[in-house]
């Protein structure tokens, strides 16, 4: 039985290569996402950062660009060092009068072993929400 990928979807006042910078560009990513120093929007590309809920939980994401079509979208691989699952994380991005509507899908969270509380649906459904509609909203609404 597949699982529906969680998805977020929301729309930004500024140009479509302005939201392609902000989640591109490592200077940039870093100011509002994770970072992430090993990062390139080239696929193959592999980067790691730590994160987690609590100083004291924090995980090594193991990523992989995977695609990447300019000012379109960017998808890679998201996986824990040490632990079972791999999943898919791709921002999709679209363009109407001047608005940007970025859509966030999170593929294969089923894969991830539910013995694991930190990494159950509901904490990446709280952490994509905040990221993509509190602190990229932001950040872009900040640096136009």
């Known amino acids: 039985m597949?699982?529906?990928?969680?998805k977020i979807e929301r729309t930004f006042t500024v140009p479509i290569t302005r939201v392609w910078k902000a989640i591109t560009d490592k200077d940039e990513m870093k100011l509002w996402y994770f970072d992430l120093p090993e990062f390139k929007p080239e696929v193959g590309c592999e980067f790691q950062f730590w994160g987690g809920p609590a100083e004291d939980r924090q995980y090594k994401h193991l990523c992989r660009v995977e695609e990447v079509i300019p000012n379109q979208k960017i998808a890679y691989s998201w996986r824990y060092e040490g632990y079972t699952g791999n999943t898919l994380v791709s921002f999709n991005l679209s363009e109407t009068e001047g608005q940007t509507t970025v859509v966030l899908t999170h593929e294969g969270l089923e894969t991830f072993h539910e013995?694991?509380?930190?990494f159950a649906r509901k904490n990446f459904e709280e952490g994509w929400t905040w990221i993509i509609g509190t602190s990229?909203?932001?950040?872009l609404e900040k640096n136009v």
């Open 136 to 139: 990229l909203k932001e950040y």
């Open 2 to 6: 597949s699982i529906e990928a969680f």
């Open 115 to 118: 013995s694991e509380p930190d």
